[in-house]
T-cell receptor
Framework: SQTIHQWPATLVQPVGSPLSLECTVEGTSNPNLYWYRQAAGRGLQLLFYSVGIGQISSEVPQNLSASRPQDRQFILSSKKLLLSDSGFYLC????????????FGNGTRLTVT | AQTVTQSQPEMSVQEAETVTLSCTYDTSESDYYLFWYKQPPSRQMILVIRQEAYKQQNATENRFSVNFQKAAKSFSLKISDSQLGDAAMYFCAYRSVPSGTYKYIFGTGTRLKVLA
């Protein structure tokens, strides 16, 4: 069966520090991968998605970036964190079939101080 | 661009009663999928139910059912015989199909409280 791993679960970082959140999927190949951010009152905001290695689509211009160095690995990064980057980050994957739902990781709570 | 609106930030229901959560969406497409997700306090996102736009029959999953009104662009979730474990945030989501972008657009969520 397929599983998705996301880490770390919690992270406290000072303003201006770098960020790296990692997500991996097991048990499938060529998944579609997604990064969402959940802030209070704003639901789930799509940040990035990828339909293949090296293919990244950005939905929200900001100081975050994403990379997909391997088929089942998706990384969310920042060179310099802002206070506004605090939130709950969710990685998700889908097989890419038309009727597929999203399958989510357990999330990372990021606090920028 | 597609949008999803959940106009009820919070709802309450008495245990064993029925509650309906509202969701509307805006799209010019005719082929798409709709989903309801549940997020309990653990914050794990759990798929509740899905609906295919070209199917007129409303989807059901045990105590959960939807009222899909394609012309009105409405997709409400009905929870019957509410249980304490149903207390959670509920998110409505839209997935575009024809565009091939595979984006899933979420609403802002409805927090459901279940009263004992």
């Amino acid at each position: 069966s397929q599983t998705i791993h996301q880490w770390p679960a919690t992270l406290v970082q000072p303003v201006g520090s770098p960020l790296s959140l990692e997500c991996t999927v097991e048990g499938t190949s060529n998944p579609n991968l997604y990064w969402y951010r959940q802030a209070a009152g704003r639901g789930l905001q799509l940040l990035f998605y990828s339909v293949g290695i090296g293919q990244i689509s950005s939905e929200v211009p900001q100081n975050l970036s994403a990379s997909r160095p391997q088929d089942r690995q998706f990384i969310l990064s920042s060179k310099k964190l802002l206070l506004s980057d605090s939130g709950f980050y969710l990685c998700a994957w889908s097989p890419g079939r038309r009727n597929s739902p999203l399958h989510f990781g357990n999330g990372t709570r990021l606090t920028v101080t | 661009a597609q949008t999803v609106t959940q106009s009820q930030p919070e709802m309450s229901v008495q245990e064993a009663e029925t509650v309906t959560l509202s969701c509307t969406y805006d799209t010019s497409e005719s082929d798409y999928y709709l989903f309801w997700y549940k997020q309990p306090p653990s914050r794990q996102m759990i798929l509740v139910i899905r609906q295919e736009a070209y199917k007129q029959q409303n989807a059901t999953e045990n105590r959960f059912s939807v009222n899909f009104q394609k012309a009105a662009k409405s997709f409400s979730l009905k929870i019957s015989d509410s249980q304490l474990g149903d207390a959670a945030m509920y998110f409505c989501a839209y997935r575009s199909v024809p565009s091939g972008t595979y984006k899933y657009i979420f609403g802002t969520g409805t927090r459901l409280k279940v009263l004992a």
